[in-house]
């Protein structure tokens, strides 16, 4: 049984640039959320997928969005990168209403 | 309504001691409470989890005590190692038929000392 994994581990990035980050979910597990863990803090939800849908979004604007494939892996992509979107950017993934485990995360850092 | 209260912020406990972190919620929907332990540079790792129907879990070294009433739970650490030392979150969220979305504490530096 493989884990959650996520890529890129680090990413550098600007102000105003795109971002796509990538995660793979637990062999077995259908829903993929993620998270946004702002340093010294607890992580943030962001949105899940179930099934390829949004299934739930936390309090982050549009131009955080996602996808979810047939193979149930996942994409984040922020838009309009500002300076606050630095942080530690989490993909845990699950089985509908079950616990959720966490990958090692995207360390992103806006200058 | 939604926030989860953690406490305290940061805690140093000396080897084989017992560590104990406090959560405190308001939403009384809020159906299952895990914890997560997280060291530097990683994601947080499911240590254990509670649903409010039962007062006590007990995984090894671990307990989650939950008190419905007051709307808090804690977990206990016995015998405390060097390697415990890390960043414990609590965490609750609402379980339905559309998924969960989780509610962190904002977290607690453990450190135990050799």
């Known amino acids: 049984e493989t884990g959650v994994t996520q890529s890129p581990t680090h990413l550098i990035k600007t102000r105003g640039q795109q971002v796509t980050l990538r995660c793979s979910s637990q062999s077995g597990h259908n829903t993929v959320s993620w998270y946004q863990q702002a340093l010294g803090q607890g992580p943030q939800f962001i949105f899940q997928?179930?099934?390829?849908?949004?299934?739930g979004r936390g309090n982050f604007p549009p131009r955080f969005s996602g996808l979810q494939f047939p193979n149930y892996s996942s994409e984040l992509n922020v838009n309009a990168l500002e300076l606050d979107d630095s942080a530690l950017y989490l993909c845990?993934?699950?089985?509908?209403?079950?616990?959720?485990?966490f990958g090692p995360g995207t360390r992103l850092l806006v200058l | 309504q939604q926030q989860v209260k953690q406490s305290p912020q940061s805690l140093i406990v000396q080897k084989g001691g017992i560590s104990i972190i406090n959560c405190a919620y308001e939403?009384?929907?809020?159906?299952?409470f895990p914890w997560y332990q997280q060291f530097p540079g990683k994601g947080p790792a499911l240590l254990i989890a509670i649903r409010p129907d039962v007062s006590e879990k007990k995984e090894g070294r671990f307990t989650i005590s939950f008190n419905k009433s007051a709307k808090q739970f804690s977990l206990h650490i016995m015998d405390s190692q060097p390697g415990d030392s890390a960043t414990y979150f609590c965490a609750a969220s609402v379980r339905g038929n559309y998924g969960q979305n989780f509610v962190f504490g904002p977290g607690t530096r453990l450190s135990v000392l050799p």
């Open positions: 939403n009384t929907a809020f159906d299952y």
């Open positions: 845990a993934s699950s089985l509908l209403t079950e616990a959720q485990y």
């Open positions: 997928y179930y099934r390829e849908e949004e299934n």
